[in-house]
């Protein structure tokens, strides 16, 4: 027993030394869209419900950024724990170069076709007016945000999840600098209302994916930039990278038709809607973010040394503590889910529709606990296709399936729907977790790796 307590003492230490600052970082990451929330929700409901359905699209180049480093996170910690520098390199080069290229054709459909894609979800006049400027500026940073992404993500596969805190962290701070004063038209800035909030995204991810290609470019960072020149890291980047990106689009564009629901109850309920996903974010997704990334960074270095059974003893271990964290931030939201939802409006009726949201959300918080270092630990090994099944089959058959059942075809109402995402949430755990015990994923990353080495050679 005491053996067991100082192996789970270990990974927990290893964990919260990785994650601390991934945790700050993700907090500056909410922080800046809790922000735009906060700022725009000082305009009207309608504002906020524009920024809302905005981001549902504004979710496309996250989604892309997100896939590829996932990729770049797991072939680097595995070379890293083994050794293999070159290849390393190669790897993250490569996602760098795509990430780029796949952000450009979003630029151009936000210049041209932003309106019209949030006169789509049904949106009244003054939403889509809004959405569409806002999704606009926000579109045409998608490459730099994609870059900024997987640069992130490359840099925390060797264990060197400081340096994208500070840069993150940095350009989140213009934004929300500059959100407060081109939103609001505070000090010397001109009032440029839900344009400025839109502007201030792109002005600071353009200058997150510039520091970021500057850190692993200098001699500070352990990885550089490579020519690449080996198909084999080409096929399992994109390999890997696919099904993550699958998973998050999958889950964005369940989004669509649920945002499409909800606005059958009216625009209040989906200001506080988002206004909800935006608190339980806040408040948790700096925790079960950076367990899910360290659990990829530890996992997959434990495999590169060749230590399978130790790789799946820490995944455990790390999702233990993130069921425990986890569920103490469950009962925060729950216990004060109205003065949470107040920070972010004071409309009685859309207060009263965020609180109960907030309440759901919180529920689900011992799932999340679950779902994200499981499928962390997972996609460190390579393994992005089982967290893709959960997502996919959660989102659809009970965030989408039972809510409009339960929410509308029986008349449940609302409450249908709360009880639509409790159930995907606890789907996602359920899947993931079978995959986790029962799946051949030390094997598969195993022999990537025996690949890669060959390629080499």
Known sequence: MAELSGRVRTVWRRTLSLSWPLAVQQTFNTLMRTVDIIVTGLFSPAAVAAVGLADLYAQLPLRLGLGLGTGAIALSSQDTGRGAESTRDRSITQAFVIGFLVGLPLLLVGLTVSGPLIALLGAEPAVVEMGGRYLALVFAAAPMRIVGLVGARSLQGTGDTRTPMVVNGGANVIN?????GLGLGLGPFPN?????????TAVSRTVEAVAITAAVA??????????????TVTRQLVAVSLPNIAEGLSTSLANFPFNALLLTFGTDVT????ISRRAYQQFSGPLYRSYSVAASIVVGQLLGEGDPDEARFAGLAITALSVLTLGVAGVVLVAGA??????????PATLEHATAFTRAFGVSMPFFGLFFPLS??????????????????????????????????????????????????????????????????????AAMMAERATDAK
């Open 218 to 231: 200098s001699p500070r960072t352990t990885p550089s930039f490579a020519r690449p020149r080996s198909l």
């Open 176 to 180: 929300i600098a500059a959100t407060v």
């Open 192 to 200: 440029l209302g839900i344009v400025g909030v839109g502007l201030a």
């Open 376 to 445: 962390g630990s997972l996609r460190g090994a390579g393994d992005t296709r089982t967290p893709f099944y959960a997502r996919l089959t959660g989102t659809t058959l009970f965030l989408l399936g039972f809510s409009y059942l339960a929410g509308v075809t029986l008349g449940y109402g609302l409450l249908g729907v709360y009880a639509g995402i409790v159930l995907s949430y606890a789907w996602w755990a359920l899947v993931v977790g079978l995959g986790f015990l029962w799946g051949d994923w030390a094997a598969g990353a």
């Open 271 to 274: 200001a506080a809607y988002h």
């Open 338 to 347: 109205r003065p949470i939802a107040g920070l972010f409006t004071g409309d």
